[in-house]
């Protein structure tokens, strides 16, 4: 992702539409991009589930076996797949974009990559006993 | 407001909606769009997930949530039409992105309103 800088150059080098598969770095690049798309997709799934559950008994049974059928599983798996390949290179990216200093000194990335792991697990283990207990 | 007074405020909220994303969506995904359905894990009866969505905390934190995730997911999207498949229409393409993303923060709105 880069922003728009505004230089008002007048020449702009074109690029193939397809440049991002000539390099597996570049394809990453670009998958990790397209997460967007899952992570809106699955805002919405919570959105549907939260209102079955609403719409009553019957509705909330009726999502589940909506959500079994093969094309929404298919979807899904993916779908989960793009969100640990988002939570993975988030916080890969933190340190970069952000760099802390304590007393003087900079804290190093893995410290702040490890703190987040640390609250990824937190708020997972929470939301499994929310649900689950 | 400006466009550069709007900007910076976009991409606040594009990283707070990556933070929330990256640590709500995995377990919420793996619990609610495969273990349930497909059965690895009981789910949980329709009354107890229906008295937790009644709590009025449950709205803030989800609407908290899934408002700067739906930006998020608009932002970069606009970015992977731009750099990614070279889209140029910018105005348009900044239009429908963001435009959808407010769709569903509208729809979040009336879904959880009514559901809490």
């Known amino acids: 992702m880069s922003a728009d800088l505004g230089t008002g150059l007048a020449y702009q080098r074109k690029m193939p539409v397809w440049w991002w598969l000539r390099k597996r770095s570049y394809f990453l690049f670009v998958m990790r991009e397209l997460s967007s798309i899952f992570i809106a997709w699955l805002v919405l799934y919570l959105l549907l589930f939260v209102r079955a559950v609403a719409h009553g008994p019957a509705a909330y049974d009726d999502y589940l076996d909506w959500a079994a059928s093969p094309v929404l599983v298919v979807v899904n798996v993916v779908a989960f797949a793009f969100v640990l390949l988002h939570t993975f290179t988030w916080f890969q990216l933190t340190p970069k974009a952000m760099v802390l200093a ?10 702040i990559i490890g703190v987040q792991y640390v609250g990824l697990g937190a708020m997972s283990a929470f ?7 | 407001m400006s466009l550069r007074r709007v900007e910076p405020l976009v991409w606040l909220t594009f990283s707070g909606g990556g933070v929330a994303a990256a640590t709500l969506l995995p377990v919420l995904t793996f619990l609610f769009a495969l273990a349930f359905p497909l059965g690895w894990i009981d789910p949980p009866d329709h009354a107890h997930l229906a008295a937790v969505l009644h709590n009025p905390l449950t709205f803030l934190v989800l609407m908290g949530a899934f408002t700067p995730m739906l930006v998020h997911a608009a932002h970069r999207f606009r970015y992977t039409l731009y750099d990614g498949l070279q889209v140029k229409h910018r105005a348009l393409v900044a239009a429908v992105c963001y435009g959808s993303a407010l769709v569903g923060v509208f729809v979040a709105l009336q879904m959880l309103g009514s559901a809490t």
């Open chain 1, 102 to 111: 304590v007393r003087g000194h900079r804290v190093p990335p893995w410290a």
């Open chain 1, 127 to 133: 939301i499994a006993w929310l649900v689950l207990s």
